[in-house]
C-alpha cells in the first residue's frame, strides 16, 4: 500500500485519524473569516471582461508573489521566479520534470541519475518510476538510524555519477524530511549543492515542512539562503502541511537561475493553464493574515504539545519509545522487536485509529517493520485522547 492510501485509510475510517501530515486542527477565525470575504468571490473571483481587466489580473498575481515572499521570508525581487501549482506533489513533479529535461539535455542524454535519501516518502520512487530513462541511486542514513542524515553517502552517490558518462544528475533532498523530521545542516546543504553543480546537475529540494511543525525557522536552512540566486536549484513548499483546509491547497515551486526558470515555465505549462484566480487571491489574503497573527507560532506549540504529551504516555510503558523529531509535524513511534508495522496498522484501524506504517518510507536496504509514523497537529484533547487509545491498543497486543 502506498503512503496516499494508508493516508486515505485512515481519514475515511478512524474515528482518531492520526495519520495524514495536513493539519487538523481548528482554523483560528481569522483565517477562518478569509473564506467569506464577500470582495473575494464577487470581485475577483467571478468577475470577468469586460468589467475584468489585465492590470488587475497582474495585481493579483503580484498579491500572491508578494504574500508567498512573505511567508518564506524570500528577499523580494530575488529569484527568478516563484511560480503556484496545483498542490505540492503536482509541484514537485513539475519540478523533477523540469530538472530531467536539463539534466538530460533536453533529451541529448540517454540516462538520467537521481541521487536521494532512503527514507523518505514514496512519492519520490513512485514518480521517478515513471519515468524510463532514469536511474535512482539511495544514500542512506548513517549507521542504521533513519534520522542522521549522510552528507557523505549523499556524496559518494554524487561522484559514483560523475565517474560514468554521458549521464545527467539530479539531487534530490527534503528538508525537513518526511516522515523523520531530519534536517539538512547548513554545510552539508552548501557541500552537497556545490558538488551538484560543479558535476552540472539540478539540486531539487523540498521544503515543504519548513513552515509546519516543532522546530523554529531558524532551524532550518532554505536553498535560497544557502545558494541565493544563479544556480540551477529549484525549491519547493506547499501550503497543505501548514494550513488544514481539507484538501484546498497550493504548492510552489522556487528557481534558482534563469534556466531553472525557464524549464520549470515549460514543465508547468504542460500541466496546468493555471491555477484558479480564487486560490490565488484567497491564499495570498490567508498569509497575509498568517504572518501577521503568527499562524505558524500557534501551529509549532500545537505540535510541540502533543509532542510532549505522547513522550509523556510512551515513557510510561515499557518496550515503546518515540523518536523525537528535529523538525516537521510527524512523530515516529518504535514498537517492540518483533512487531509488524504493517499489521499493527491495520488492527489500530479496526480500533478506530488511523497511522502509516513506517517501512513504506524506505527504498533500499534494510526495511524495519517496527516503525509506526503518527501525525501531531491535531487538536490536542483529540491528540492526547486518541494517542493514548493507540498506546493501550499496542501494548495490549
Ligand atoms: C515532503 C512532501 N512533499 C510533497 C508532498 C505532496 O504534497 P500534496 O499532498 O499537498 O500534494 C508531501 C505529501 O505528503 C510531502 O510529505
Not at 292 to 321: E, F, I
Amino acid at each position: 500500500m502506498t503512503l496516499t492510501d494508508q493516508e486515505i485509510e485512515a481519514a475515511r475510517r478512524a474515528t482518531f485519524d492520526l495519520g495524514p501530515g495536513y493539519p487538523q486542527i481548528a482554523l483560528p477565525g481569522y483565517l477562518r473569516s478569509a473564506y467569506l470575504e464577500e470582495r473575494i468571490v464577487e470581485d475577483v473571483a467571478l468577475a470577468n471582461p469586460p468589467a475584468w481587466d489585465t492590470t488587475w489580473q497582474a495585481a493579483v498575481d503580484t498579491g500572491l508573489e508578494e504574500a508567498v515572499r512573505s511567508m518564506l521570508r524570500l528577499p523580494a525581487g530575488s529569484y527568478d521566479s516563484v511560480s503556484p501549482a496545483l498542490s505540492g506533489s503536482v509541484a514537485l513533479d513539475r519540478a523533477l520534470v523540469a530538472a530531467l529535461a536539463m539534466s538530460g539535455d533536453d533529451g541529448h542524454r540517454s540516462t538520467i541519475n537521481v541521487v536521494t535519501t532512503t527514507p523518505s516518502i514514496d512519492i519520490m520512487p513512485l514518480f521517478l518510476g515513471e519515468r524510463s530513462q532514469v536511474v535512482t541511486r539511495y544514500a542512506h542514513s548513517r549507521d542504521g538510524d533513519p534520522a542522521t542524515l549522510d552528507r557523505d553517502a549523499v556524496l559518494r552517490r554524487i561522484a559514483d555519477v560523475r565517474a560514468s558518462t554521458n549521464t545527467g544528475l539530479v539531487v534530490l533532498l527534503t528538508s525537513p524530511e518526511n516522515p523523520t523530521g531530519a534536517v539538512w545542516r547548513p554545510e552539508d546543504l552548501k557541500a552537497i549543492g556545490d558538488a551538484c553543480f560543479e558535476a552540472g546537475g539540478v539540486l531539487v529540494v523540498d521544503h515543504t515542512f519548513l513552515t509546519a511543525g516543532v522546530h523554529g525557522r531558524a532551524d532550518v536552512e532554505c536553498t535560497w539562503q544557502a545558494f541565493g540566486a544563479g544556480e540551477d536549484w529549484i525549491a519547493i513548499w506547499d501550503t497543505g502541511k501548514t494550513f488544514g483546509l481539507n484538501g484546498d491547497k497550493l504548492g510552489f515551486l522556487v528557481s534558482g537561475s534563469t534556466r531553472t526558470t525557464d524549464a520549470v515555465r515549460r514543465s508547468l505549462s504542460v500541466m496546468q493553464y493555471d491555477v484558479s484566480r480564487r486560490q490565488k487571491v484567497l491564499f495570498a489574503e490567508l498569509f497575509r493574515r498568517a504572518a501577521r497573527m503568527d499562524y505558524v507560532g500557534h501551529l509549532t506549540s500545537v505540535c510541540c504539545r502533543n509532542l510532549a504529551v505522547a513522550a509523556d504516555m510512551v515513557t510510561a510503558r515499557s518496550g515503546l519509545r518515540i523518536r523525537r523529531p528535529a523538525a516537521g509535524s510527524l512523530l515516529l513511534l518504535e514498537l517492540p522487536p518483533g512487531a509488524d508495522d504493517e499489521r499493527t496498522r491495520c488492527r489500530l484501524l479496526r480500533a478506530g485509529i488511523g497511522v502509516v506504517a513506517g517501512s513504506v518510507f524506505f527504498h533500499a536496504g534494510p526495511r524495519p517493520r517496527n516503525l509506526l509514523r503518527v501525525a501531531l497537529a491535531r487538536d490536542p484533547d483529540y491528540f492526547a485522547d486518541g494517542f493514548s487509545r493507540l498506546i493501550e491498543h499496542v501494548t495490549e497486543g
